[in-house]
C-alpha cells in the first residue's frame, strides 16, 4: 500500500471496479455491434425521410441496442464511482469533480433512452401527423434531432469526467496508459460535441460512423486496461 492510497474500502472498490470494467465491455458490444447486427438482419430503419416513414418501420427490436446502451451507463458510473473510491487525498477534489460530471452525464443519456424506448415509440404507433414535429425532434433515427446533440453532449461530459480521473492512475506503465486513453477519451469526446454544434447530423454519415466505431474502441481499451490495473493493486494489496 502507498501513503496516498485510502486504507479502508480499497479491495472492495477494485472488485467492484473490475466487474464494472466488464460490464463496460459488455454494453460496449451489446449496444454496438451485436445489437446493431440484429437488428439490422431483423428490422432495420431505412434512412430518414419523415416522421410518417419512421412510423411505418417502427419495431420492438429496435430497443435493443438503447438495452446495451442502459447497461454501459450503468457500468461507467460505478467505475467512476469505484475511481473515486481508491483516489488519494490529492485527487479526491477532482474525482470527486467527476463524479458528478459522470451524474449529470448519466441524466442526459438516460433521458435520451427514455424517449427512444418509450416516448418516441408510442407517438410512432399512434401516429397522426400532429405527432410528426415530436417524433422528428426526437427521434435518434433523424440526424438532425436534438437527439443527437443531447447524446453527443452527455458524452462530451464523460469525457471530462474521464480526463479528470485521469491522474489516478499512476502506479506503473501500465496504469499510465490508462491515464493516457482517460485523456484521449476526454479529449475525442468532447471534440464529437463541440464538432455536433458546428455539423449537426454528422454523426450519421461515412465519417461519423468511422468516428463511432474508433471511440468504442477507444472506451473499451480503457476499461481492458483499468480492469488489469484494478486487478494488479487487488493483487498487490492481498498477496
Same mark, same amino acid.
Request: with cysteine; hydrophobic share 55%; charged share 10%.
Given at each position: 500500500m502507498?501513503?496516498?492510497?485510502?486504507?479502508?474500502?480499497a479491495?472492495g472498490?477494485?472488485?467492484?471496479?473490475?466487474?464494472?470494467?466488464?460490464?463496460t465491455?459488455?454494453?460496449?458490444?451489446l $449496444?454496438?455491434?451485436?445489437? =446493431?447486427?440484429?437488428?439490422?438482419a431483423t428490422?432495420?430503419?431505412?434512412p430518414?425521410r419523415?416522421?410518417e416513414s419512421?412510423a411505418?418501420? =417502427?419495431?420492438?427490436m /429496435?430497443?435493443?441496442p438503447?438495452?446495451g446502451?442502459?447497461?454501459?451507463v450503468?457500468?461507467? =458510473?460505478?467505475?467512476? &464511482?469505484?475511481?473515486?473510491?481508491?483516489?488519494? &487525498?490529492?485527487?479526491k477534489?477532482v474525482?470527486g469533480a467527476?463524479?458528478?460530471?459522470?451524474?449529470a452525464?448519466?441524466a442526459?443519456i438516460c433521458?435520451n433512452?427514455v424517449?427512444?424506448?418509450?416516448?418516441?415509440?408510442?407517438? &410512432?404507433?399512434?401516429y397522426?401527423?400532429a405527432?410528426?414535429?415530436l417524433i422528428?425532434?426526437? $427521434?435518434?433515427?433523424n440526424? /438532425?434531432?436534438?437527439?443527437?446533440?443531447?447524446?453527443m453532449?452527455?458524452?462530451?461530459?464523460f469525457?471530462?469526467?474521464?480526463?479528470?480521473?485521469a491522474?489516478?492512475?499512476d502506479r506503473s506503465?501500465?496504469e499510465? =496508459?490508462?491515464?493516457a486513453l482517460?485523456?484521449?477519451?476526454?479529449?475525442? $469526446?468532447?471534440?464529437?460535441?463541440?464538432?455536433?454544434?458546428?455539423?449537426?447530423?454528422?454523426?450519421?454519415?461515412?465519417?461519423?460512423l468511422?468516428?463511432?466505431?474508433?471511440?468504442?474502441i477507444?472506451?473499451a481499451?480503457?476499461?481492458?486496461?483499468i480492469?488489469?490495473?484494478?486487478?494488479?493493486?487487488?493483487?498487490?494489496?492481498?498477496?
Open positions: 502507498t501513503a496516498h492510497e485510502p486504507a479502508s474500502g479491495d472498490a477494485y472488485r467492484t471496479g473490475r466487474r464494472a470494467a466488464a460490464g465491455l459488455l454494453g460496449i458490444v $449496444s454496438g455491434p451485436v445489437a =446493431v447486427a440484429v437488428v439490422t428490422h432495420p430503419q431505412p430518414w419523415d416522421a419512421f411505418r418501420h =417502427v419495431h420492438p /429496435q430497443l435493443l438503447y438495452a446502451g442502459i447497461l454501459l450503468a457500468a461507467l =458510473v460505478v467505475l467512476v &464511482a469505484c475511481v473515486h473510491a481508491i483516489a488519494g &487525498a490529492r485527487d477534489a474525482t467527476a463524479l458528478a460530471v459522470t451524474g452525464f448519466a442526459f433521458f433512452y424517449a427512444q424506448t418509450t416516448y418516441v415509440p408510442d407517438l &410512432a404507433r399512434r397522426e401527423p405527432n410528426a414535429p422528428a425532434a426526437l $427521434s435518434m433515427s440526424p /438532425q434531432s436534438l437527439a443527437w446533440a443531447i447524446e453532449w452527455g458524452w462530451g461530459l469525457g471530462v469526467a474521464t480526463w479528470l480521473v491522474p489516478v492512475f506503465k501500465l499510465r =496508459v490508462a491515464g482517460a485523456r484521449a477519451n476526454g479529449v475525442a $469526446s468532447v471534440a464529437g460535441a463541440l464538432w455536433t454544434v458546428v455539423r449537426p447530423g454528422w454523426v450519421i454519415t461515412p465519417s461519423g468511422a468516428a463511432f466505431a474508433t471511440w468504442n477507444l472506451l481499451a480503457l476499461a481492458t486496461v480492469f488489469i490495473a484494478f486487478g494488479r493493486r487487488l493483487y498487490i494489496r492481498t498477496a
